[in-house]
C-alpha cells in the first residue's frame, strides 16, 4: 500500500552551514596559535579591562590583553578537549555497549541494567566527583566529562548491537561457531559504525558545553591555560561592567557546540522515508499468489444479472464522480496519479478496482473518501454522494456527512487500529462525534457491531488492544468500525492482502453479507483479480492512473477487452497450471509517471500497439452496454474465443 | 564562581581580625543630620556561610563577624581603632594581670543576669582542654590563665601567667555566652544565648540568618544602645557567593548592604549607594625554605622579591582597590603598626636580581633557564583560584620571574589544596599571594619559627634568629615597647626574605538606605542605622 | 467449517495474564540495586578525593594533635570497610552523619535545601515536557508530509543553537533582561515561588529545544501511521486526532527521553543554583565536594542520585501504563 508520506528536505542549507563552521573551526584549531598566539599574550596591566574598541574589538582583560585575540588563540586547546573528552566517552562506552551484545544472557541483563541505572544519574555530577579526585585542571576535567558520557554511549551502541545482533547473518555467524569478539568486530561494528560516528561527533558539541560548565565553576582549565571555558568564566566575572568579554568565548562555545551537533544529522544519510510507493518507477508487478482460492471461473451465477440491473435501474448513483484528476509534487513538476476518472458507483452495488501497484487504484480510494492531504492536489468537474454535492475544497464541511455514512477499510489491520486505544472506544467513538450518543450507549453499538462481524466474546474483546487481536479479527474489528455509522458505501483498500489465505475468503464473505445486509454498496480495491471478480458485481481496471476497463465481473473472463486485462487475467495461476509451468508475467516496466510518453501508457507493453496507440491515448468508450474500454483495438469476443490461453502476453519467464 | 573571598581568610584562614577603618567614612553613627527610618529592617548579603554557631569551636572571619551580633565583649575596638569599653567599664593592666570594673544590669537574652561569675566561666571553659576551644593557641597563647570574679564588687581579674602583649586586642574577639547555651556550649549549633545587641532568630547554613533587635539593650560598645534613631528591628543576613548577583541584588533594592571588591562596583553609581573601604589584612608572598628547595637559597629568593613590580601585583591583585604595595604582613593591625619595617624588604632592579643569582651560581643554559649543578631553577608557585585578582597576579609574577631565566610552574589551588600543599605534601616553592587576615602579629609566631610538620606548623621551614628572638620577647611585652620588638621581628623576616608583604586585604562595601562602619571588614551590628 | 471461523481466536488465549506484578517487581529490583550503587559509589570517590576536612575547618594553626584527635572522634581513620556499614547503619536509621565543618546534622542540612531543588527541577521537568511536546507536535503538524519546508529548515537550526547554550549563559541572560533591566523578577535568593521562575527557565531552554526536535521527528512518524488514516476516515475533529489518538503513541517516547533528561535538568541546578544564588541541594553538593566535608557530600549525592533513579522508575510505570505493548516486550 502506498505510504503517501512526502518528504521533501532542504538538506542542503543544513549541510553547508555545518560544513562552514567545521571548516572555521579547523582553521581556527591549527592556524589560530600561529596568528594570534603573539597578540593574546600581550599585557598591559596599567591599563586593565579596557571597554570595546577600534583597537580591542572585544575589549581588554584584567591584565590588560586583547580578548578577541585570546578568544582566536585558544580554540586548539578547546577542541582539543572536547574530542578527548569525547573519546573516551565513546570509546569506553561503545565496548561496553556493544560487548555486551555479545554476552550470555544473565551479564547481558545485569550489565543493561547497570547502564540503565548509571544513565540515569546527572552527568555532571559524576563529572564533577571524578574532577575532585584528580583536582582542578584539564585532565580532571576530560576524565570527568568523558565518564560521564559513558553510559549515554553504552546504552546508545547496545540498542544498536542489540538490533544488529538480533539479525540473520549474526545468528549465522554463531551457529557456524564464529567467536564472540569476533562477531563484535566482523559483523557488528561495522554495521553501526556509521551512526555510532556520527552520534560521536554531536558528543564532541556536548563534551565542548560540558567542559565549559566545569570551567564555568572554576574547576575547569586554569591559568595560564585558558580555553573558551575558563575565559568565559573569566568574562562573566565582569559580564555586567564589560558584556565583551564573556559574549565573546560564550558565542564560539554556542557555534562550536552547534557545528558538532549538526554533523550528526547533516550527514546522516537518506532516511529509508523517501518515496512516494507508488511513484517511484522502480515497483514491479507483485502479486500474491492466489491458489487455493477463486478461480476465475469460479463465480457466483447470478452476478452479471445484477450488474446490469443496477446499471440499468433508473435510480441515481450512490457515488458519482466526474473528471477526477488527482497530483503530487514529483521531483521535476506535478506527477499525476489519477486522471480523467469518471466514476459511478450504485447504491448496493459491488464495485472492484484492479490494478498493479502504481496504478492509482489507492489514490483514487482516498479521493473518492476525501481523505487526500496536501502536498497532493485534487480536481473534479461533479462530486455526488448520497444526493450531496461535494466540493473540492472545502472537505472539512461535509464531515458530518462521510463520518457517517461512507466506511473506510484500511489494508494493513495491523497499523490501522491505533495501539494505544482499547478497541471498543475506536468504534464507539464514531458515534460520540457524529451521534452525540452517551459512552455507554456507543460501547453497547461497539459492542454489537463486534458481534455482528462474527468476533467472539464481544464484549471482552472490546476492552482489549489490537495487539491481542488476530490480523483476521482486527480486519473484522476494522469493517464493524465501518458499520459504526449507517454507511451507504464501503470502501475497501485490499482488505485482504495482508492476511492469511484461509482468512481472506472469510473477510470477503463477511464483506459480502454485510453489503447484503445493509444495502450499502462496496468499493473494493485489489491487485488480485480473482478476489475481485468472485466478489464484485462490476470491476474497473486501472492503469497509470486511468481507468481503461469498466466490465461487469461476470464478462471479465470471457469478455475482456483491453490487452492489459487480458494480461492480468492471465497472470493469474490456475493451480492446475502450477506443477512444472513457469509463472507469467507482463513484459516490460510498469510506467514511470514522472515522465509518461503521450500515447496509451500500455503501448510500450501491449502485443497489439501501432503507431495510433503510440500518439494518441484514447479515452473510455462503450463497447456495450455496462461495458466500456479505452482502447482503439479492443479484443473482440471472436478473437479471444479464438485465443490461446496465454496468448495476451508473449512470453512466460521460466521459473 | 567564589568571588573575591576577602574576609573568609581563604586558607590561613585565621579570621581573626581587626579592622584599621581608613579612609572614606560616611555615615557613621555620628552623623545626626541624615532622616533615620525607625525600625525597619537591615538586609545584609554575606558571601559565606559563617559556619558553626558555637563560638567556642569557630575561629573563621565569617563566624567571628556574626557572633558580634549575638554575644558581648569585655570590650572592643572603634572603627579608628581605640579600644573601647563594653561589659568592662574599666580596665588597668600591670604585668599580666588585666582588673576590670564590669557594668551592672547587664542580661542574657533569657533574662538571667550576666554576673562576674558568667563571664569567669567563659575562660574555664575555654580552658579546659577537654573542650578544645579554638581560641587557644591562636588569641590566647595557651592555657595558663585564670579568671577571678567577685560577683558583690562586679569586678574581674584574668591573670596570665606570662604576660600577653596583646591581651586587650584578643580580648575584643572573646565572646561571652551566658544563659544556657554556657552549660553546653555544643547545642549552639542554630540558635544564640547570648547578651548582644541582636537574637538570632532563623538560621538556615547557607542561606539565611534572621536577628531581632534586643528590647532593652543599652551595654553596647561605649555605651551604644538600642534606643537610638534608625536601630533596625530586624536583621536578615543573606548568603551570596556570587559578587554579579549580590550588585544585582543591590541594583534591584534587595538588600541594604554587601562587600564587592571586583568590577561590579562601578555599576552602583549614583546618589542612592554609598561605599566604604577598610582593610582585612595582607597578602604576602612566602617562600618554603625546606632544604634541597631552589628557594632554600637566600640569593633566589632575594632575586625573585626584587625583581616584581609589586605595587602593580597589588593593584591587580585587589582589582584595582589598592594601587601600592604592602606594608606589613598583618595591616589591619591596630595596636602595632610595624610597617616601618619594610625598609628591609630586598629592593633592586632586572640587573641587580641577575647578577645576584648569578654570582650565587645560578647560571643560565642554553634554553635560558637558570641552573646550579645540574639542578635547574624551577618554581612552583601556588595560588588560591577562589579569589578574583589572583590569578591575572600570577601571571604579571610568573611573567616576571621568567625573565629572570626560571622555570616558573603555576599551581593552581582550591583551599583544600593549599592546605594539603602546606600541611600534608609541602610541596610548593613559593605561595606568592598568601591571604593572611589575624588580628596580631603573635598568631602567627608558630608558622614562622619553631618546629615543622608534623611536630609543628613552620610549613616554611623558616628559621631566623632576627625574628623569633624578638617575637618571643614582645608576646610578652605590652605597649609600645613590645611594638618595637615586633618591628624588629618583622624586619628580620623582610631581611631574609622568609616572607615579603605584597598589599592589603580590602574590604570595599556598598550601602544604601542604611550607614554603618566595619569591624574586622565587616558590618559592626552597633553602628548600623536604617535611612528613609 | 467451524474450525475455520474459530480460527479466528486460535492461537490467543482471551485470558490476559497479568503481567504487572512482575514488571514491578523487576524495577524495584532496580531501584534497590540503583541505590546500593549510588550510595557505594558516593562512599569510595569521597575516599579519593584528596584532601583534609578536618584540617580545613580547624585552620591551619590548629595543633596536629587536635587535628588527629578529631579525625579519630569522627571516625575517619577507621578501616574503609568499617566506615562504609557504620554509613549504611545510619542511612537506614535516617542518620547521614554531622556536616564536619558546621556540626549541623546532615539530614537537617538536606532537608533545608530539598525543598528549593525538587520544586525546580519539577517547574523545569513540568516546563520541558509539556513545551517540548506542544512546540514538537505543532510543528510536526504544520510540516507534516513536506508541507512548509522553510519552517522546517528554520526550525531545525534554532532548536539546535538553542539546545547547545549552556544553562548558566541563559541564567546570565535572563537575570539581565528579566530582573535587571525590566525589573520585573526577583534577582537571586530565596523568595518563594518567583525566585524559581527565572531560574527553571534557564533550566529547561535547552532541553526544551533538544527534546521537541525528537517530539517532532516522533510526530512526524506517528503522523503517517495508518491509525492516523483511520482516525481521519472517522472524520474526528483535528483537534481529537491530535490529544486523543497522536499523542499518546508520542508521549512515551518523549517520556522516555524525558527521564533521561531529568539527570541533565538536576545537574544544571547545580549551576544555576550558584547564577541566582538558590540554596539547593546542587550548590550543596559543589560546596560540600570543595570542602571535603564528606558526610554532607555523601548524603547529598545519595539523595540526589536516589531521587533520580526514583524518579526514573516512576516514568517507566507510566510509559508501561500508556504503552500496553511495552508490558509484553519487557517480560
Request: proline letters at 6%; one cysteine or more.
Amino acid at each position: 500500500m502506498a505510504k503517501l508520506s512526502f518528504v521533501r528536505r532542504p538538506r542542503g542549507v543544513t549541510r553547508y552551514v555545518c560544513l562552514g563552521l567545521l571548516a572555521a573551526l579547523a582553521f581556527l584549531a591549527l592556524f589560530g596559535r600561529t596568528i594570534w598566539g603573539a597578540q593574546a599574550a600581550r599585557s598591559d596591566p596599567i591599563r586593565p579591562l579596557e571597554p570595546a574598541s577600534s583597537a580591542h574589538i572585544l575589549g581588554t582583560d584584567q591584565i590588560g590583553r586583547d580578548v578577541l585575540a585570546r578568544v582566536l588563540n585558544a580554540s586548539l586547546l578547546s577542541v582539543e578537549l572536547a574530542v578527548m573528552a569525547a573519546a573516551i566517552g565513546v570509546v569506553i562506552g561503545v565496548t561496553i555497549g556493544v560487548g555486551q551484545a555479545v554476552l550470555g544472557p544473565f551479564l547481558r541483563r545485569l550489565l543493561a541494567s547497570a547502564i540503565m541505572i548509571s544513565l540515569a544519574f546527572p552527568g555532571l555530577l559524576l563529572a564533577l566527583l571524578v574532577n575532585a579526585i584528580f583536582g582542578a585542571g584539564p585532565t580532571g576535567a576530560v576524565l570527568g566529562v568523558g565518564i560521564a558520557l559513558i553510559p549515554a554511549f553504552a546504552r546508545f551502541s547496545q540498542a544498536l548491537a542489540s538490533s544488529a545482533a538480533g539479525s540473520e547473518y549474526v545468528a549465522a555467524a554463531r551457529v557456524l561457531g564464529v567467536g564472540r569478539v569476533r562477531i563484535m568486530v566482523r559483523h557488528i561494528l561495522p554495521n553501526i559504525a556509521k551512526p555510532l560516528l556520527l552520534t560521536a561527533l554531536g558528543s564532541v558539541g556536548t563534551s565542548l558545553v560540558g567542559i565549559s560548565a566545569l570551567s564555568f565553576l572554576g574547576l575547569g582549565v586554569q591559568p595560564p591555560s585558558y580555553d573558551w571555558g575558563e575565559l568565559l568564566q573569566v568574562g562573566l566575572q565582569v559580564v555586567y561592567v564589560r558584556p565583551m568579554s564573556a559574549i565573546g568565548p560564550g558565542v564560539m562555545i554556542v557555534l562550536a557546540g552547534l557545528a558538532f551537533n549538526l554533523a550528526g544529522e547533516a550527514f546522516a544519510g537518506s532516511h529509508p522515508r523517501l518515496s512516494v510507493g507508488e511513484f517511484t518507477g522502480t515497483a514491479r508487478l507483485t502479486r500474491r499468489f492466489t491458489l487455493a482460492t477463486s478461480r476465475l471461473a469460479n463465480r457466483r451465477p447470478d452476478r452479471a444479472a445484477d450488474a446490469e440491473e443496477l446499471v440499468a435501474s433508473a435510480s441515481p448513483a450512490l457515488l458519482s464522480v466526474r473528471d477526477l484528476h488527482v497530483a503530487f509534487p514529483g521531483r521535476s513538476g506535478p506527477v499525476v496519479a489519477v486522471r480523467d476518472v469518471d466514476l459511478a458507483v450504485m447504491p448496493g452495488e459491488r464495485l472492484g478496482v484492479v490494478g498493479e501497484s502504481g496504478s492509482g487504484k489507492t489514490t483514487l480510494a482516498l479521493a473518492l473518501a476525501c481523505l487526500l492531504e496536501r502536498p497532493a492536489t485534487w480536481r473534479w468537474r461533479e462530486f455526488t454522494f448520497d444526493g450531496e454535492s461535494v466540493k473540492a475544497d472545502s472537505q472539512s464541511a461535509y464531515r458530518r456527512l462521510f463520518g457517517t455514512r461512507l466506511g473506510f477499510v484500511f489494508q494493513d489491520p495491523a497499523n490501522s487500529l491505533n495501539p494505544a486505544i482499547r478497541v471498543g472506544p475506536q468504534l464507539a467513538e464514531l458515534r460520540q462525534v457524529h451521534y452525540g450518543a452517551s459512552r455507554a450507549e456507543s460501547r453497547r453499538m461497539a459492542v454489537d457491531r463486534l458481534r455482528e462481524v462474527q468476533i467472539p466474546n464481544p464484549e471482552i474483546r472490546a476492552r482489549q488492544y489490537p495487539h491481542e487481536f488476530s490480523g483476521g479479527m482486527r480486519q473484522r474489528a476494522m469493517i464493524a468500525s465501518g458499520l459504526m455509522g449507517s454507511p451507504r458505501l464501503l470502501i475497501a483498500d485490499e482488505p485482504t492482502t495482508a492476511l492469511d489465505v484461509t482468512v481472506q475468503a472469510h473477510i470477503l464473505r463477511l464483506l459480502e453479507r454485510v453489503s447484503d445486509g445493509t444495502g450499502a454498496a462496496v468499493l473494493l480495491i485489489s491487485h488480485d483479480i480473482s478476489v475481485v471478480v468472485s466478489f464484485c458485481h462490476r470491476v474497473l481496471v486501472m492503469y497509470a492512473g486511468r481507468v481503461v476497463e469498466d466490465i461487469p465481473s461476470d464478462w471479465l473472463v470471457s469478455r475482456a477487452a483491453h490487452p492489459y486485462t487480458r494480461a492480468l487475467i492471465q497472470a493469474v495461476p490456475d493451480i492446475d497450471d502450477l506443477a512444472g509451468q513457469s509463472l507469467a508475467t507482463i513484459p516490460g516496466q510498469p510506467p514511470n509517471l514522472e515522465n509518461l510518453s503521450t500515447g496509451c501508457a500500455f503501448a510500450a507493453r501491449c502485443a497489439f500497439a501501432d503507431d495510433k496507440c503510440r500518439q494518441d491515448d484514447p479515452r473510455l468508450t462503450v463497447l456495450a452496454g455496462p461495458h466500456s474500454a479505452a482502447c482503439w483495438h479492443p479484443r473482440t469476443s471472436d478473437e479471444l474465443a479464438d485465443e490461446p490461453a496465454d496468448a495476451a502476453t508473449s512470453n512466460r519467464s521460466a521459473p | 564562581m567564589r568571588p573575591a573571598k576577602v574576609a573568609l581568610a581563604a586558607v590561613v584562614a585565621w579570621a581573626l581580625l581587626v579592622s584599621a577603618a581608613c579612609s572614606s567614612d560616611n555615615g557613621s553613627s555620628g552623623d545626626n543630620s541624615t532622616d533615620f527610618a525607625s525600625g525597619g529592617t537591615f538586609t545584609l548579603l554575606a558571601a559565606d556561610d559563617p559556619g558553626s554557631l558555637n563560638p567556642f569551636q569557630n575561629i573563621q572571619t565569617p563566624g567571628v563577624s556574626m557572633f558580634k551580633y549575638i554575644y558581648s565583649y569585655l570590650l572592643s575596638i572603634d572603627s579608628s581603632g581605640k579600644l573601647v569599653p563594653e561589659l568592662a567599664t574599666s580596665w588597668t593592666v600591670d604585668g599580666g594581670t588585666v582588673a576590670f570594673k564590669l557594668k551592672p544590669g547587664v542580661t542574657c537574652s533569657d533574662g538571667s543576669p550576666v554576673t562576674a561569675t558568667t563571664i569567669a566561666d567563659n575562660f574555664n571553659y575555654a580552658k579546659d582542654p577537654a573542650n578544645k576551644a579554638v581560641q587557644i593557641g591562636i588569641i590566647f597563647p595557651d592555657t595558663h590563665f585564670t579568671a577571678t570574679p567577685d560577683d558583690a564588687a562586679n569586678t574581674l581579674t584574668v591573670k596570665f601567667d606570662t604576660p600577653y602583649g596583646f591581651v586587650l586586642q584578643a580580648l575584643s574577639l572573646f565572646p561571652i555566652v551566658c544563659g544556657a547555651g554556657l552549660k553546653d556550649p555544643n547545642t549552639l549549633t542554630a540558635k544564640s544565648s547570648g547578651s548582644g545587641p541582636f537574637v538570632l532568630t532563623k538560621a538556615v547554613t547557607g542561606t539565611e540568618y534572621d536577628f531581632d533587635k534586643r528590647a532593652g539593650y543599652n551595654w553596647g560598645p561605649n555605651g551604644a544602645t538600642n534606643d537610638a534613631p534608625g536601630v533596625p528591628n530586624k536583621i536578615v543576613e543573606k548568603i551570596v557567593g556570587n559578587q554579579s548577583t549580590a550588585a544585582n541584588l543591590l541594583l534591584s533594592k534587595g538588600a541594604n548592604a554587601a562587600q564587592i571588591n571586583g568590577p561590579d562596583g562601578v555599576r552602583l553609581t549614583g546618589s542612592s549607594f554609598k561605599s566604604v573601604d577598610s582593610v582585612v589584612g595582607g597578602i604576602s608572598m612566602l617562600f618554603n625554605e625546606s632544604p634541597g628547595r631552589p628557594t632554600a637559597d637566600l640569593a633566589v629568593r632575594k632575586a625573585l622579591t626584587m625583581v616584581l613590580d609589586i605595587a602593580q601585583v597589588s593593584a591587580t591583585v585587589t582589582q584595582g582597590i589598592s594601587k601600592v604595595a604592602g606594608k606589613s604582613l598583618t595591616p589591619a593591625q591596630t595596636a602595632c603598626d610595624d610597617s616601618a619595617a619594610v625598609s628591609s624588604i630586598p629592593t633592586g632592579d632586572q640587573a641587580a636580581a641577575e647578577s645576584l643569582l648569578t654570582q650565587a651560581g645560578w647560571v643560565a643554559g642554553a634554553d635560558g633557564i637558570r641552573a646550579k649543578d645540574g639542578k635547574p631553577l624551577a618554581i612552583n608557585a601556588s595560588y588560591l583560584t577562589t579569589t578574583a585578582g589572583d590569578a591575572p597576579a600570577m601571571e604579571l609574577i610568573a611573567t616576571a620571574w621568567k625573565k629572570l631565566g626560571v622555570k616558573v610552574t603555576q599551581q593552581p589551588l582550591d583551599n583544600a589544596g593549599v592546605n594539603t600543599a602546606m600541611f600534608s605534601s609541602g610541596n610548593y616553592d613559593v605561595m606568592p599571594l598568601i591571604e593572611l587576615a589575624v588580628p596580631f602579629q603573635s598568631i602567627l609566631i608558630g608558622w614562622l619559627s619553631g618546629p615543622n610538620p608534623p611536630n609543628g606548623i613552620n610549613t616554611a621551614h623558616i628559621s631566623t634568629p632576627a625574628y623569633s628572638d624578638n617575637a618571643k620577647k614582645a608576646i610578652q611585652t605590652p605597649g609600645d615597647a613590645g611594638c618595637a620588638l615586633w618591628t624588629a621581628a618583622a624586619k628580620g623576616l623582610y631581611e631574609n626574605a622568609d616572607i615579603i608583604p605584597m598589599s592589603i586585604m580590602p574590604a570595599r562595601y556598598f550601602m544604601q538606605k542604611a550607614t554603618f562602619d566595619l569591624w574586622i571588614g565587616r558590618v559592626n551590628p552597633t553602628s548600623i542605622r536604617l535611612l528613609k | 467449517m467451524s474450525a475455520v471461523t474459530g480460527n479466528a481466536s486460535a492461537g490467543f488465549t482471551t485470558r490476559r495474564r497479568n503481567l504487572w506484578p512482575a514488571f514491578v517487581a523487576r524495577r524495584l529490583l532496580r531501584l534497590v540495586i540503583g541505590i546500593v550503587v549510588v550510595v557505594t559509589a558516593s562512599f569510595l570517590i569521597m575516599q579519593l578525593v584528596p584532601g583534609d576536612p578536618v584540617r580545613l575547618s580547624l585552620g591551619p594553626s590548629a595543633p596536629f594533635s587536635l587535628v588527629e584527635q578529631r579525625r579519630a572522634d569522627l571516625g575517619l581513620d577507621d578501616p574503609l570497610i568499617v566506615q562504609y556499614l557504620h554509613y549504611w547503619k545510619g542511612v537506614f536509621g535516617g542518620d547521614l552523619g554531622s556536616s564536619i565543618l558546621t556540626q549541623q546534622s546532615v539530614t537537617s542540612i538536606i532537608a533545608s535545601r530539598i525543598g528549593n531543588t525538587v520544586t525546580l527541577v519539577a517547574i523545569a521537568l513540568g516546563l520541558t515536557l509539556f513545551f517540548s511536546v506542544a512546540i514538537g507536535v505543532t510543528v510536526g503538524g504544520l510540516t507534516h508530509n513536506g508541507r512548509r519546508p522553510r519552517l522546517l529548515g528554520a526550525y531545525r537550526i534554532v532548536a539546535s543553537t538553542l539546545n547547545v547554550v549552556p544553562e548558566y549563559l541563559y541564567g546570565v541572560a535572563l537575570v539581565v533582561i528579566f530582573a535587571v533591566t525590566l525589573k520585573l523578577l526577583p534577582v537571586a535568593g530565596d523568595d518563594g515561588f518567583k525566585s524559581l521562575i527565572l531560574p527553571s527557565l534557564a533550566i529547561s531552554l535547552a532541553p526544551i529545544a533538544g527534546l521537541s526536535r525528537i517530539v517532532r521527528v516522533q510526530t512526524e512518524e506517528v503522523l503517517s501511521q495508518e491509525y492516523i488514516q483511520f482516525a481521519r476516515s472517522k472524520r474526528l475533529p483535528a483537534l481529537r486526532i491530535y490529544l486523543r489518538h497522536a499523542l499518546p503513541n508520542l508521549l512515551t517516547s518523549a517520556l522516555t527521553v524525558g527521564g533521561i533528561l531529568l539527570g541533565v535538568l538536576v545537574a544544571s541546578t547545580v549551576v544555576v543554583e550558584n547564577v541566582f544564588a538558590l540554596p539547593g541541594l546542587g550548590s550543596t553538593v559543589v560546596t560540600a565536594i570543595t570542602q571535603r566535608d564528606y558526610p554532607l557530600a555523601q548524603g547529598a549525592l545519595l539523595i540526589l542520585g536516589g531521587s533520580v533513579v526514583l524518579v526514573n522508575l516512576i516514568i517507566d510505570v507510566i510509559v508501561s501504563l500508556l504503552d500496553p505493548r511495552s508490558l509484553m516486550r519487557d517480560s
